[in-house]
């Protein structure tokens, strides 16, 4: 079993100089600063607001129009993996790298790729130590997991900070509806079943036409802006408490990795426009009422939209177990734990053995006693 590299695609690498002896300093989650692990140097983070300080929301609209202001844009540079397909950014003037998902060397253009800078972010609340215990109690609970997992959640193995892309959607809605509201109602007959008559009740539904109007607001509707990890794990780390947004900031990078969106805007609208439905079709049968309903056409005009895109906090290790990549994540801020995880066939089919050794000694002592 080996340590993996990571399996996210680092964008800028943001980097600043202490200003004391010069080295690199990192943002500590334990405190909320910049630490200079080469001197001790400890240095605030000026500049921002505070929660939702200074974040306005963009308008949807013009983004797809091309017409931000320029101000809100970055340029930078990626490029693709020749053998997986990743797509990741290389900072500075760096021209050659490893592909972080396969290590397969590519070398990049000069050219460069416009993006929506990042409005927002959590910062890490968990440091690398809190979360790796967070990582060794969940392998730990795993059943008919092989033994080298435990040995790997032992020895401690390196995790990556990464920051993971998402976009967020604010939008009203107003739907008008047409269905049926269906209501109960019970009638009773009498039947003979083997020689005895009893009475029974049945239910039926009378159904009757309905329809109206919703409105709903919706806030902040969370859509992943990456493909580099499954989409089961980051719906995981759920719930995430954007109440405690911090505008975006490079220092909150420092001795971190931040992932650039590979989700297109338009795509995540329409991901966003999926819930912001099924949310809209649960109003609509609370608004029809009775016991059971019948949507038969919803139709719904959106407006406002706006969007941000931020920043959320992820730990991920990975290993290799008999030839196959299995990561772990980590939610930086709660410390909920998703991965994937091989099972042990020789421990399954121990404890198989084991429970038909079980089976057999009771029918054995069951049929002395008869």
């Known amino acids: 079993m080996t340590a993996e590299a990571p399996l996210v695609a680092p964008q800028n690498d943001h980097r600043f100089p202490c ?4 080295s690199d300093l990192r943002f500590d989650p334990a405190s909320a600063q910049l630490v200079c692990d080469h001197c001790g140097n400890t240095e605030a983070i000026g500049g921002g607001a505070g929660p939702f300080g200074g974040m306005v929301e963009l308008d949807f609209r013009k983004a797809l129009d091309n017409a931000l202001p320029g101000a809100e844009m970055e340029d930078t540079r990626v490029q693709s993996c020749p053998n997986c397909g990743a797509q990741f950014e290389l900072a500075g003037d760096t021209h050659a790298a490893e592909c972080p998902f396969c290590a397969t060397p590519v070398v990049t253009d000069t050219g460069p790729h416009r993006q929506i800078k990042p409005r927002g972010l959590l910062p890490f609340a ?18 008919f997991a092989p033994g080298g997992l435990t040995e790997y959640a032992r020895k401690g193995r390196a995790m990556d900070g990464i920051y993971v892309p998402y976009w967020t959607f604010d939008a009203q809605t107003a739907s008008s509806y047409t269905g049926q509201r269906g209501t109960h109602y019970y009638t009773t007959r009498t039947v003979t079943r083997d020689g005895k008559t009893r009475t029974i009740s049945e239910q039926h539904t009378r159904w009757r036409s309905a329809a109206g109007r919703v409105q709903r607001f919706f806030d902040d509707v969370l859509v992943l802006a990456s493909t580099s990890l499954p989409k089961q794990y980051t719906d995981g780390l759920e719930p995430w408490d954007l109440s405690e947004l911090e ?7 420092a001795g971190f990795m931040a992932e650039g969106y590979q989700v297109a805007l338009q795509d995540g609208f329409t991901q966003a426009r ?10 609509v049968k609370f608004d029809i009422g009775g016991d059971e309903q019948r949507v038969t056409n919803v139709q719904t005009q959106v407006s406002a939209v706006t969007f941000k895109h931020i920043l959320l906090p992820v730990w991920m290790a990975a290993y290799k177990y008999n030839g196959q990549t299995y990561r772990f994540v980590v939610n930086g801020r709660t410390g909920r734990v998703q991965g994937e995880r091989p099972y042990s066939k020789w ?3 121990f404890a198989v053995l084991l429970g038909l050794v079980f089976a057999l000694t009771v029918g ?7």
């Not at 200003?19 to 010069?22: A, D, E, K, L, M």
């Not at 505008?247 to 990078?253: A, D, G, S, V």
């Not at 054995?364 to 008869?370: G, K, L, P, T």
């Open 19 to 22: 200003h004391t002896c010069g």
């Open 126 to 143: 968990l440091d690398q130590a809190r979360a790796r215990d967070a990582m060794t109690d969940w392998l730990g609970s795993l059943w």
């Open 247 to 253: 505008p975006y900031q490079p220092q909150y990078l």
């Open 274 to 283: 999926g819930y912001m439905d099924r949310m809209i079709l649960r109003d």
């Open 347 to 349: 421990k399954i089919a």
């Open 364 to 370: 054995y002592f069951y049929a002395m006693n008869q």
